[in-house]
């Protein structure tokens, strides 16, 4: 069978920029293939010139047996595009129906079969009820599934999916996938993605990594970590953070870095006990040491970081002047709300929402989107008044003191909002200075908030043209410029990529730990979710669930059962089939998560409904629940709820 | 690629219903251009009305006072101060409130009872001077008949009744089309082409150009779409909206401005249809030539709406504009439109007169539709 | 504080010089845009005749031959009377003077010729004003036939009693058109500048969502808008510098018979009146094309009521009302009265006193609209 997409030596380059480097790739009919890399990498670019909008010279690219370079129009009644954005592809002034109408129409779809497939694919998305709803009323994850719909409803066979999931929820990304995969399996449909998360990345048939313009890994998602030049190993301190900071010192230990409460080091170590040892030697108990099967994620941090500039505590200790707080005052109570409440209308965004921050706390603050996290952090940085309730942030009341609050708390907001076309120092000076930090002093600070972005000696560059990750890190850096007790980061990290994402963490955890500032973050990347003390789910403005990740895990425990993780041969499938006997079966990576009380029979009754659907169960494993199941448990559960 | 009606009216529908519900287009595309309209058709007599006039009277005789009844005879003048000092009607000249003074010399009546001749300072407001000329023209004119009756009188007493009869050569006059010299005839077809030239290409270009800054234009260009459906289909609704707002220019015009309409009606509606295709279409091409919103704007508005306001004979006549700028009128589709509008309104014409100026719209209209067509490319950068 | 309001303003300082394209409408604003409008003609010259000749005479031809530039210009010679029309209809020429059969015999017998004028009236303005060209070149030619037949009876043109006229202008002797189109260009680019400048300002913050992290940080909302005014302002005193010392003054050759100063005085009243507009822009407007599209909408019925093209006087009543609320009126009136008629603002201090009003009316208008919407 010859490959839907061929491409042979691509090269694009922009006035002085190489954005794709001599790429060859081929894509066969049915298969999912997904390509990863950092920021900038060039995945868009190649996106676009295999879809044929963009020109390039250099190298030939075939596509459904045609040459899109020479004739692009021959393969656009096969192929569809999701571009990069959320609801970017939408009518934002059309409804959901009129929106797939109108790509239904300018693809010559049958009416009778439109309605059908559009009757499908709005039920698959569960968009179905709001069919009437325009387009720039819905949430970011409404709208990427409409989107979806759309490109779907011609049936396209081969898909194209730039970053279909950037900024989506975890639920609407299962939803997504979903979909996807149904496509893929009944109609044989082709897909080509660009994603930041590594999840994604396993679920493909194949995977590319994408690094300064040139394909430097390619293979099967679980070949792909045979690559890695080291081994993995996964390590339980008791103090996870300065044995992060001690193993990163250890000659032969390449990578370090927080993994869920654990830590993940790739090494060149022949044996265990050396690190185990070589940490034990500086004070920091090692609880328990195992190797550990390399995943995506790992290949993609050992390719892409290479050795680049850590994070250094020193560097904290001085912009802070001191070693941060005393444990006594990690009791104070940090942030505080009561029944706090925001009407839009009739709309209520944020329902009597409570919660305490004590000083120094990590606070996740997780939900689907449009669940209400913004809202409630606009509030609390007073950008604008509840409608009801109280609150109090390092003890000063919302209402009456919003002015005070101001000068203790840092914001990142979701959208990038430094100036793009101020450099990176005056940008730097210019919060400095509204802070009112003194001229002698800024000076003192810009150059450390330097050093935390990695930008030292580029003070003078324009942000506008920095990567994704290290704005973000100078987002932070300003947020922090005039050392605020409390700082409020929403979803600082989505879109970045996993290298980038780290190095982030790697800061947040230096305020919180070091130097006791609060933070309170949003996220989508449920390996961060774990990496916060406490978390507070919220669902359509109300709270679902509040609590330390093990204390929820094990609430999920107690609610439905205990995990089963299972291998099979189509994982997608497999939740569908399996849902009819077991519910809270969902899927996970490439693989199926089952819930049940009693594990031990449950499983001859999974194997034998497999097989009658000619499914394999390659094997059965239990595991440490990740907290993605636990995101969606709660979330599903309060939609079952309120129906 | 064949031309898919389907395809042609899904994007033509689609636009239509953004444009529909969109409060800021909506806005832009019926209620501005109408209130401009009312704006500049109440607003934009070129007759001279009221002019304020101060006047200095040394003389003060039944014969300056005769004079200065013919000027407040007319609309043209309005007498605003008749006594006092010339510093004090300087002073008023000076801050705008007079447009001019006109001085009468002391000897006045005196020295035309004996028969001399004598000099009527007239001193013009000059810091608008197609304003200043209009207003010693009006001012001329008005000293004209009175110079006649003086003459004629004299002629008459000296030569008795012969004198009179015989003013050698006799002005016969006679006005075509428009005997009362009304100005909203000739001003008011000129106000809807300029208009008409402002709104729809400045909402074509941006719709389109709002697509390519914002990406969204991707699905389209990756999708089956050919350019020629998508760039009519864009455009469809644009022309539709205009031709409607046309329409409603042409109501007030005909029964509250009341301007005639003597000559052919389909002939009119057909040629404002392709001037209104003509419209959009240029911020089409503009638009296609362009990647952002606000370079669209400007591009627009510096293309489209100063130069039709100051060469297209709106106001000033071709005929009056420079060699190169008479060149640039004739590459203004509103020049050709004023030329056409104006005939068939005013004069009467049917098609077969007025058909070099509707070959040339619509050439300009396929034109540039053809040009946007071959220019855009269903592909980034 | 003032390190803060210091900071925030070179923060303005420094976009608005890195954004090229709005420097480049600025920079042409006050240069190459103030130029062009000079080059533009309102006047009605050359104004298209047709000569029907039928007399053929030396007589005709005389009257025929007074009928030219810089008002008129023959372009056609009729030998047929069914040319009359066609030409009339097709709009080639507005004027047709007929000399019928016998006009030479007539006028030189002193027995009353007829001459006819057939006038286009749909070109209602040029024709009426052709209309008067013509009555006082025939009207001087009667008058010379006239002397010349009583000067046979010894009467000398002294001795008849002749209301002459003679006409000057004020302010600007020679009506170069340049100087006021000029001016009053600048006027308006000023007004369309201060406007996009304030409102695009504001807007690139609320489009880039800049404008949510200055809201948490401990500035009050009067600092805010002082750091985007005050740039502004300065801004478009250089462009005043730069228009009236570049272009107005040494190329233009516009006078400048008052005190510069006391213009530089009057555009910093100007500017912040201006500045209240912009900011009710800014809070209508969600992105850069609004903002532009905004300040179009906003500035053609400001130029249209400030009385630059059509006289206040010859509006009807509503529309003079409104003519108070256009700032431009105020500002052109200033800036020729400076400008052009030397006036001391002392003297205009009507103009300044309504001019700062209504500015401090838009300002606050502006001021709140921005409170609301910002916090």
């Known amino acids: 069978m010859t490959p839907i997409i061929q491409a042979h030596n691509v090269s694009k380059r922009y006035k002085d920029v190489e954005a794709v480097t001599g790429v060859s790739l081929s894509v066969d009919r049915g298969e999912i293939f997904g390509l990863i890399g950092p920021d900038g990498a060039g995945k868009s670019t190649l996106i676009h010139i295999l879809t044929g909008v963009l020109r390039t010279k250099e190298g030939q690219v075939t596509v459904l047996g045609k040459d899109v370079l020479k004739d692009p129009e021959s393969v656009k009644t096969s192929i569809g595009l999701l571009p990069q954005g959320l609801g970017l592809a939408l009518a934002a002034e059309l409804s959901i129906e009129e929106n797939v109408n109108f790509f239904a129409e300018i693809n010559h779809v049958d009416p009778r079969r439109r309605e059908e497939r559009k009757a499908l694919l709005l039920e698959k998305t569960q968009l179905a009820p709001f069919r009437g709803r325009q387009a720039k009323n819905l949430s970011g994850g409404m709208k990427q599934k409409l989107a979806l719909c759309c490109t779907l409803i011609h049936e396209p066979e081969l898909l194209f999916l730039d970053e279909p999931t950037t900024g989506v929820d975890p639920i609407s990304r299962r939803e997504l996938w979903t979909l996807i995969n149904g496509m893929v399996r009944e109609k044989g449909l082709t897909v080509f993605l660009t994603t930041s998360y590594m999840d994604e990345a396993a679920r493909c048939h194949r995977v590319a990594l994408l690094h300064q313009g040139k394909i430097i890994e390619e293979g099967k998602p679980d070949a792909l970590p045979f690559k890695l030049e080291g081994k993995l190993a996964e390590i339980e301190a008791e103090d996870q953070h300065a044995a992060l900071t001690i193993l990163k010192k250890m000659p032969g230990v390449k990578i370090v870095y927080p993994m869920g409460e654990r830590l993940s080091a790739l090494h060149q170590i022949e044996d265990l006990n050396e690190i185990k040892g070589y940490a034990e030697r500086s004070g920091i108990r090692i609880k328990q040491i195992e190797a550990r099967a390399p995943s995506i994620e790992d290949v993609f941090l050992s390719k892409v970081a290479g050795q680049s500039e850590e994070v250094k505590e020193e560097v904290f200790e001085e912009f802070f002047q001191g070693k941060g707080i005393s444990t006594e005052k990690r009791s104070e109570i940090m942030i505080e709300t009561e029944s706090l409440e925001k009407k839009f209308g009739d709309f209520t965004a944020v329902d009597k929402v409570s919660f305490q921050v004590k000083r120094g706390e990590i606070f996740g603050f997780l939900g689907p989107n449009g669940a209400g996290k913004t809202t409630t952090i606009k509030m609390l940085c007073g950008l604008f008044p509840p409608t009801a309730g109280r609150g109090t942030i390092a003890g000063l009341d919302l209402f009456k003191h919003s002015f005070e609050i101001k000068k203790s708390i840092g914001y990142m907001s979701q959208k990038f909002s430094l100036y793009r076309d101020l450099t990176v120092a005056e940008n730097i000076q210019l919060y400095g200075g509204i802070y009112g930090v003194p001229p002698q002093e800024l000076k003192r600070r810009l150059e450390l908030i330097l050093k935390i972005a990695d930008l030292e000696g580029k003070g003078g560059f324009i942000t506008g043209d920095l990567p994704m990750g290290i704005k973000q890190r100078l987002a932070l850096g300003c947020a922090i410029i005039h050392k605020p007790e409390c700082i409020f980061l929403d979803e600082p990290t989505s879109g970045v990529d996993p290298v980038a994402r780290r190095k982030f963490w790697d800061i947040i955890f230096l305020l919180s730990r070091k130097m006791g500032v609060t933070v309170l973050v949003t996220t989508h990347y449920m390996d961060e979710a774990e990496q916060c003390d406490r978390l507070l789910l919220i669902h359509r403005g109300s709270v679902v669930a509040l609590g330390r990740s093990e204390e929820l895990k094990n609430q999920v425990n107690e609610e439905i059962g205990t995990l089963l993780e299972l291998g099979t041969s189509d994982p997608f499938l497999a939740v569908e089939i399996l849902k009819k006997h077991f519910p809270h079966c969902l899927i996970y990576g490439i693989n199926v998560h089952l819930y049940t009380a009693s594990p031990d029979e449950a499983i001859p009754s999974i194997r034998k409904t497999l097989e009658q659907n000619q499914i394999a169960l390659k094997d059965v494993r239990k595991r440490t629940m990740p907290f993605e199941d636990v995101f969606v448990y709660f979330c599903e559960k309060t939609q079952q709820d309120k129906k | 690629m064949t031309f898919s009606v389907r395809r042609f009216k899904a994007v033509a529908q689609k636009e239509f219903l953004e444009l529909r519900r969109n409060p800021l287009f909506f806005l832009m595309t019926v209620l501005a251009p109408l209130i401009l309209f009312f704006l500049f058709a109440y607003g934009f007599p070129l007759d001279a009305k009221n002019i304020p006039m101060g006047v200095l009277d040394l003389d003060k005789s039944a014969l300056s006072r005769t004079l200065l009844d013919k000027f407040e005879a007319g609309k043209a003048f309005r007498i605003k101060q008749t006594a006092g000092d010339y510093a004090s009607l300087e002073k008023e000249l000076s801050l705008g409130r007079i447009r001019a003074i006109l001085a009468i010399p002391a000897d006045f009546s005196r020295n035309l009872k004996r028969g001399l001749p004598v000099t009527l300072q007239i001193l013009v407001d000059g810091s608008y001077p197609n304003r200043a000329n209009l207003v010693s023209g009006y001012a001329e004119a008005t000293i004209f008949s009175f110079r006649t009756e003086i003459l004629r009188d004299f002629f008459i007493k000296a030569f008795g009744s012969a004198g009179a009869a015989d003013l050698p050569i006799d002005l016969s006059v006679s006005v075509w089309y428009n005997p009362s010299f009304r100005s909203e005839d000739f001003i008011i077809p000129g106000i809807i082409a300029i208009i008409m030239m402002f709104f729809p290409p400045l909402v074509s270009a941006i719709s389109l150009a709002k697509e390519k800054e914002t990406g969204s234009i991707l699905n389209m260009y990756c999708s089956s779409v050919t350019k020629t459906e998508y760039l009519l289909g864009k455009m469809t609704p644009y022309v539709l909206i205009s031709y409607v707002n046309f329409l409603i220019f042409l109501l007030c015009a005909l029964f509250i401005f009341e301007v005639p309409l003597r000559g052919d009606l389909p002939a009119l509606l057909i040629v404002s249809a392709f001037y209104t295709a003509t419209a959009v279409a240029m911020g089409l091409s503009i638009a296609v030539c362009v990647n952002t919103q606000i370079a669209a704007i400007l591009i627009t508005a510096m293309v489209t709406l100063t130069p039709s306001f100051l060469y297209s004979g709106f106001m000033v006549p071709v005929s009056s504009i420079g060699e190169e700028g008479r060149l640039l009128a004739y590459g203004l589709p509103a020049t050709h439109y004023i030329d056409v509008a104006r005939k068939i309104m005013v004069k009467g014409v049917g098609f077969a007169e007025v058909k070099l100026s509707v070959l040339a719209l619509v050439g300009f209209c396929v034109g540039l539709y053809a040009i946007s067509i071959a220019w855009f490319k269903k592909r980034l950068g | ?375």
């Open chain 3, 1 to 375: 504080m003032f390190f803060r309001l210091f900071l925030l303003m070179r923060k303005e300082f420094l976009q608005f010089f890195r954004n090229v394209p709005l420097l480049i409408i600025v920079l042409y604003g006050a240069t190459l845009d103030v130029y062009t409008a000079g080059e533009v003609s309102m006047d009605v010259h050359n104004y298209p005749i047709a000569v029907y000749d039928i007399d053929q005479s030396a007589q005709s031809r005389e009257v025929a031959g007074k009928l030219r530039e810089p008002f008129f210009q023959v372009t056609h010679f009729i030998t047929e009377e069914k040319q009359i029309e066609n030409l009339i209809e097709d709009g080639k020429v507005s004027v047709v003077v007929v000399f019928p059969k016998g006009f030479g015999e007539k006028t030189a017998s002193y027995q009353t010729a007829q001459m006819q004028v057939i006038l286009d009236g749909s070109n209602s303005n040029a024709s009426e004003l052709a209309l008067r060209y013509l009555s006082s070149i025939v009207y001087e030619h009667n008058l010379d036939l006239l002397v010349t037949k009583w000067k046979i009876s010894n009467v000398t043109a002294k001795f008849i009693p002749y209301v002459d006229d003679q006409t000057l202008y004020r302010y600007n002797p020679n009506l170069i058109d340049r100087w006021a189109f000029c001016l009053q260009e600048f006027f308006t680019i000023m007004t369309l500048i201060g406007m996009l400048l304030t409102a695009t300002a504001m807007v690139n913050e609320k489009q880039f969502g800049t404008i949510e992290q200055l809201m948490v940080t401990p500035l009050r909302t009067f600092e805010i808008m002082a750091a985007k005014i005050v740039p502004m302002v300065v801004v478009l005193f250089i462009a005043t510098f730069i228009a009236v010392f570049v272009i107005l003054k040494p190329i233009v050759g516009v006078p400048l018979a008052g005190n510069v100063w006391a213009f530089f005085l009057v555009t910093l009243i100007y500017s912040f009146a201006i500045s209240g507009f912009g900011l009710v822009i800014s809070t209508l407007s969600n992105n850069l094309s609004e903002t532009v599209l905004f300040s179009l909408l906003m500035v053609v019925p400001i130029m249209f009521l400030s009385g630059a093209w059509v006289p206040p006087e010859a509006m009807p009543g509503w529309m003079r009302f409104l003519v108070m609320f256009s700032p431009l009126k105020y500002y052109l009136d200033l800036g020729n009265g400076i400008f052009l008629k030397g006036n001391s603002i002392f003297l205009m201090w009507k103009d300044l006193l309504f001019l700062t009003s209504l500015g401090i009316g838009a300002f606050l208008l502006g001021a709140s609209r921005f409170r609301k919407v910002f916090q």
